[in-house]
């Protein structure tokens, strides 16, 4: 496919916006990347790639090859992808799209007449229609199309993922739809969808807020489990087999962009109807806490009083990639300083740089340092290393350990 030929503009160049339009580029589409972030459009010219994920490399050096540019300036093209961060407000729990509104007024200086504006970034349902349309219309360009084109890629497979998944395209006007469709068709080799916007916006929250809510049974599971002396983990197991179940699996906490962050949106709009999801996101947001009370437990009964020996291996919200963002770790860390309490030692293959205190960056010196680990983050490293944890207190917050004497949450 050839995407109609359609000349694109991919607004916001991280985690989403990057492989996105490198894939599009390293498929024939002419593509521009833009981010208003100088430093890493300077770090994409140079020819690096800005984060770490399987397969980013190839696919930046093929998109590379096939003409892409990056710039700080949005530039004319005839379909506008706008794939900027859509945080919640803390306190309202409703998603803020100040960057996304930011970004299509941006848009509208650049964009010819019947330029499509594609927004990739998760919003919650009305988001469009309460503060995407008045911009246009403010602004005398009705001629601008929109469509809302959701996105459901997980770091660590986001290459796979972007080729292989089903999408999900919600368009006012079918036939803007089906040339956005060809565009993402050129290489998705997944089924899309084509439907209205508010459907294409429900369609995404609720995709993450079931995980959400399925991962807080998990977990509620879990503490009940403990309560009782009972393994979790087999009782899952066992209840998997059953043909119309299908529990995920508990663990410290939920992290990144999506799962911990998309179902406040729903609680946010609908505070008296979300009732489950509302109970489901504090559950989660529980887990490092929980995961604090049974460090706290496994020391006293092993006779460990020294936290400074107690190390969190782990400080990404998931294995295999670097992001850090609203981490399980991070947030177990957080809730420890503000209990005033000397902090735990870390270690993360990923994270080079030092972002917490107490930070180690070798995995040997790491262990050297620690009589107690807790696995927070089922890197594969420590999966392949598990044997040098044999002798130490070890909590596997993942069950993913086949060592005698090892703790679960
Ligand atoms: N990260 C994920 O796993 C994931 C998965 C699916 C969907 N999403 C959604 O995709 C969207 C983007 O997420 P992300 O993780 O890529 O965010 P990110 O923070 O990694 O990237 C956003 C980028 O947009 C840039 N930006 C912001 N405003 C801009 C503007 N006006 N002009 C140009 N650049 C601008 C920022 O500088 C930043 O580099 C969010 O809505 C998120 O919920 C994320």
Same mark, same amino acid.
């Given at each position: 496919?050839?995407?109609?030929?359609?000349?694109?503009?991919?607004?916001?160049l991280?985690?989403i916006?990057?492989?996105?339009?490198?894939?599009?580029a390293?498929?024939?589409?002419?593509?521009?990347?833009?981010?208003?972030?100088?430093?890493?459009?300077?770090?994409?010219k140079?020819?690096?790639?800005?984060?770490?994920e399987k397969?980013l490399e190839e @696919?930046?050096?093929?998109?590379?090859?096939?003409?892409?540019?990056?710039?700080?300036e949005?530039?004319t093209?005839?379909?506008?992808?706008?794939s900027?961060q859509t945080p919640?407000?803390?306190?309202?729990?409703?998603v803020?799209?100040?960057a996304?509104?930011?970004?299509?007024?941006?848009?509208l200086k650049?964009a010819?007449e019947?330029?499509?504006?594609v927004?990739?970034?998760?919003?919650?349902?009305?988001?469009?229609?309460?503060?995407?349309?008045?911009?246009?219309?403010?602004?005398?360009?009705?001629?601008?199309r929109?469509?809302h084109?959701?996105?459901?890629?997980?770091?660590?497979?986001m290459v796979?993922?972007l080729?292989?998944?089903?999408?999900?395209?919600?368009?006012?006007?079918?036939?803007v739809?089906?040339?956005?469709k060809?565009?993402y068709?050129?290489?998705?080799e997944?089924e899309?969808?084509v439907?209205?916007?508010?459907?294409?916006e429900?369609?995404?929250?609720v995709?993450n807020?079931?995980?959400?809510v399925n991962i807080a049974?998990?977990?509620?599971?879990?503490?009940?489990c403990?309560?009782?002396?009972?393994?979790?983990?087999?009782?899952?197991?066992?209840?998997?087999?059953?043909?119309?179940?299908?529990?995920?699996?508990?663990?410290?906490?939920?992290g990144?962009?999506?799962?911990?962050?998309?179902?406040?949106?729903?609680v946010g709009?609908?505070?008296s @109807?979300?009732?489950v999801i509302?109970?489901?996101m504090?559950?989660?947001?529980?887990m490092p806490?929980f995961?604090?009370?049974?460090?706290h437990?496994i020391m006293?009964?092993?006779?460990?009083?020294?936290?400074?020996r107690?190390g969190?291996?782990?400080?990404?919200?998931k294995?295999?990639?670097?992001?850090?963002?609203?981490?399980?770790?991070?947030?177990?860390?957080?809730?420890?300083?503000?209990?005033?309490?000397?902090?735990?030692?870390?270690?993360?293959?990923?994270?080079?740089?030092d972002?917490?205190?107490?930070?180690?960056h070798d995995?040997?010196?790491?262990?050297?340092?620690?009589?107690?680990?807790?696995?927070?983050?089922?890197h594969?490293?420590?999966?392949?290393?598990?044997?040098?944890?044999?002798g130490?207190?070890v909590l596997?917050?993942?069950?993913?350990?086949?060592l005698?004497?090892?703790?679960?949450?």
């Open positions: 496919m050839n995407g109609g030929e359609q000349v694109v503009n991919v607004i916001g991280g985690y916006g990057l492989p996105t339009a490198l894939m599009l390293s498929h024939g589409i002419e593509v521009t990347g833009t981010d208003c972030n100088e430093e890493l459009v300077g770090t994409l140079a020819g690096k790639t800005t984060f770490k397969g @696919l930046f050096a093929d998109a590379v090859k096939a003409g892409i540019r990056f710039t700080t949005i530039e093209a005839d379909t506008y992808i706008v900027v919640y407000d803390k306190f309202s729990k409703k803020d799209p100040a996304v509104v930011s970004a299509v007024r941006d848009v650049a010819p019947g330029a499509t504006v927004i990739e970034a998760t919003i919650s349902p009305g988001t469009i229609d309460r503060s995407v349309r008045p911009v246009p219309k403010e602004a005398g360009r009705e001629d601008i929109r469509v084109a959701p996105e459901r890629i997980i770091p660590g497979n796979y993922e080729l292989h998944n089903n999408r999900t395209i919600g368009a006012d006007d079918r036939a739809g089906e040339r956005v060809e565009l068709a050129s290489f998705c997944g899309i969808v439907t209205d916007i508010r459907t294409a429900m369609t995404k929250v995709e807020t079931f995980r959400a049974f998990a977990n509620e599971l879990a503490k009940i403990r309560h009782e002396g009972m393994d979790v983990y087999e009782i899952i197991r066992i209840c998997n087999m059953h043909p119309r179940v299908n529990i995920l699996q508990p663990g410290p906490g939920v990144g962009h999506c799962i911990s962050v998309d179902p406040w949106f729903l709009d609908y505070p @109807l979300a009732k509302d109970e489901a504090k559950t989660n947001d529980g806490d995961v604090l009370n049974r460090i437990e006293k009964e092993n006779g460990l009083t020294d936290v400074g107690v969190l291996y782990g400080l990404t919200y294995e295999n990639v670097d992001d850090m963002r609203e981490s399980p770790p991070l947030q177990l860390l957080a809730s420890q300083e503000r209990h005033l309490a000397a902090p735990l030692l870390t270690y993360d293959p990923y994270i080079t740089e972002i917490v205190p107490n930070q180690v995995l040997d010196a790491f262990l050297d340092a620690c009589d107690m680990v807790v696995v927070m983050v089922k594969d490293e420590i999966r392949e290393n598990a044997e040098k944890l044999r130490k207190v596997d917050c993942h069950n993913i350990l086949d005698p004497g090892v703790y679960h949450i």
